[in-house]
């Protein structure tokens, strides 16, 4: 892959960066976002806290956007009502419950202690 085809690459994702923040799913992440990282400021987690932190905020993120993404993909397949398109739908949107719960999980185990 030549660097012009990269950086066009690079550009696209850019792109569905933006539409993915237009919904209002992903705004509610960011909002979560940043309460989490002002949270391990102020709790002062450690340094592999941190980069536990750092992948769970951005799984959530990769996991709502590729949820949004196979949301419309079965819009464009399927306008109508099919059972493969509502198991697609739900199984995505299951997913990132799955995600949610490991997240919390994850911020009980890490907050919990050093605020008791
Ligand atoms: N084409 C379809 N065929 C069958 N079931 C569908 C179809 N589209 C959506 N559904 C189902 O209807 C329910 C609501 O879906 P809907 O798309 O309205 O909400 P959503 O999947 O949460 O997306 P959005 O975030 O756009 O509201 C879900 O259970 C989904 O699986």
């Known amino acids: 892959m030549n660097a012009r085809k990269l950086l066009r690459s690079f550009g696209y994702a850019t792109e569905g960066i933006v539409a993915a ?11 979560a976002a940043l309460v989490v990282f002002i ?6 987690v450690s ?12 799984g959530m993120f990769t996991v709502e956007m590729i949820n949004s ?7 464009l397949a399927s306008p109508e009502h099919h059972e493969l ?8 949107a299951g ?6 719960i490991a997240s919390v999980i994850i911020g009980v185990l890490i907050f919990l202690p050093k605020w008791l």
């Open 47 to 58: 340094i592999m806290e941190w980069c536990i932190i750092v992948l769970v905020v951005f």
């Open 85 to 92: 398109a509502k198991a697609a739908k739900d199984i995505a």
């Open 39 to 44: 949270a391990s400021m102020l709790t002062k």
């Open 95 to 100: 997913a990132v419950l799955v995600f949610s």
């Open 21 to 31: 923040l237009k919904e209002q799913n992903l705004r509610f992440h960011v909002l």
């Open 69 to 75: 993404a196979i949301e419309r993909v079965v819009d």
